[in-house]
């Protein structure tokens, strides 16, 4: 009988942690759908700024992190032009490609948030389905182009396509 209870407390305690662990979960979660604050707002509450220097910053912030991802992706093509993997030609097919694609899924983004999980993923695949048929029909590995769900970010691929054909 003694030994019952070296057990019990144990599967109580982790019971316990469990338990809370779910409400604060499903809290969030209620949270979250409730009303979600965006970083402006979160900053411009907390520190009393004004909200429009602040959504300024952010945007800024953004635009130049797409500047520095965009010149690393073509520093990569370059270097593969170099390398030989690829051809000038085909570099110039890439990025006409890729800014193609970088423009369809700025005009799709407002769509894509009134669309469920399942929708987005199917919309994914056939981009994806897309870009490998164009790289087919181009005779260009489709790692060089990346795009929607060609790698493993999960908010555009660009990984993929800043990688060697050799997945480095």
């Given at each position: 009988?003694?030994?019952?209870?070296?057990?019990?407390?144990?599967?109580?305690?982790?019971?316990?942690?469990?338990t809370g662990a779910y409400g604060a979960q499903k809290a969030s979660a209620a949270t979250n759908t409730a009303g979600q604050q965006s970083l402006a707002d979160r900053l411009v509450q907390t520190f009393g700024l004004d909200k429009a220097k602040v959504q300024a910053v952010i945007d800024a912030n953004r635009t130049a992190h797409s500047a520095d991802r965009e010149a690393?992706?073509?520093?990569?093509?370059?270097?593969?032009?170099?390398?030989?993997?690829?051809?000038?030609?085909?570099?110039?097919?890439?990025?006409?490609?890729?800014?193609?694609?970088?423009?369809?899924?700025?005009?799709?983004q407002a769509d894509a948030t009134a669309k469920t999980q399942a929708q987005r993923q199917a919309d994914r695949?056939?981009?994806?389905?897309?870009?490998d048929a164009w790289a087919k029909a181009n005779n260009i590995d489709a790692s060089w182009l990346g795009g929607p769900g060609a790698g493993g970010r999960g908010h555009g691929g660009m990984d993929r396509g800043?990688?060697?054909n050799d997945g480095r």
């Open positions: 009988m003694k030994t019952s209870y070296k057990y019990l407390l144990p599967i109580a305690a982790v019971a316990v942690i469990a690393a992706y073509e520093a990569r093509l370059t270097q593969g032009v170099t390398d030989g993997k690829i051809t000038a030609a085909q570099k110039s097919l890439i990025l006409a490609e890729h800014q193609k694609l970088k423009s369809e899924r700025t005009a799709n695949a056939a981009v994806q389905a897309e870009i800043m990688m060697d």
